[in-house]
């Protein structure tokens, strides 16, 4: 039962720990957080990256070590586990959806069609139009687009379908 308590007392720390990158998503919701571990007094924290090369892992890492740090947890060691690759199914709902109130198109899920641009239905997260075009394969961060709006004019990123 112990166990049980300090496993969820973990997650809870971690799920705190916001992306680098989009700082108002949480590991937990991009779902770059795979498992929390503790044996004897050192936690091992398995993360995988959206993409290999990721550039905001790193910063990933010494956020998780810094906040179980602070909450006591001296030994932390944070792996990455590359298969299977991430995938953007793993972003929680609750993580979309702060996607879309922040301005970035949450990424289309696989079963809707992704990959497939030419049939997906990319919508502008300022006035829901599905009249959009794509500007640029590469937004602000290699895993976002740039589009904009055919209505509203406005551009915004769409978080890519991996």
């Given at each position: 039962m112990?166990?049980?308590i300090q496993s969820t007392h973990l997650r809870d720390l971690l799920s705190t720990i916001c992306d680098p990158e989009i700082p108002v998503l949480t590991l937990q919701d991009l779902g770059v957080l795979r498992d929390v571990?503790?044996?004897?007094?050192e936690v091992t924290v398995l993360i995988t990256p959206t993409y290999s090369?990721?550039?905001?892992?790193?910063?990933?890492s010494r956020d998780i070590e810094s906040t179980l740090n602070a909450a006591g947890y001296e030994h932390v060691k944070v792996r990455q586990v590359l298969?299977?690759?991430w995938s953007t199914d793993w972003m929680s709902?609750?993580?979309?959806?702060?996607?879309?109130?922040?301005?970035i198109a949450p990424?289309?899920?696989?079963?809707?069609?992704?990959?497939?641009?030419k049939g997906a239905h990319i919508a502008c997260p300022q006035c829901n139009s599905e009249r959009v075009?794509?500007?640029s394969e590469f937004g602000s961060t290699a895993c976002k687009a740039l589009y904009q709006c055919r209505d509203c004019l406005e551009p915004f990123d769409y978080f890519k379908c991996i």
């Open positions: 112990h166990n049980e571990s503790l044996e004897d007094d090369g990721c550039p905001a892992v790193d910063a990933m298969s299977p690759a709902d609750e993580g979309r959806k702060k996607l879309l109130a922040y301005g990424p289309l899920r696989k079963e809707s069609g992704c990959n497939n641009h075009k794509r500007i």
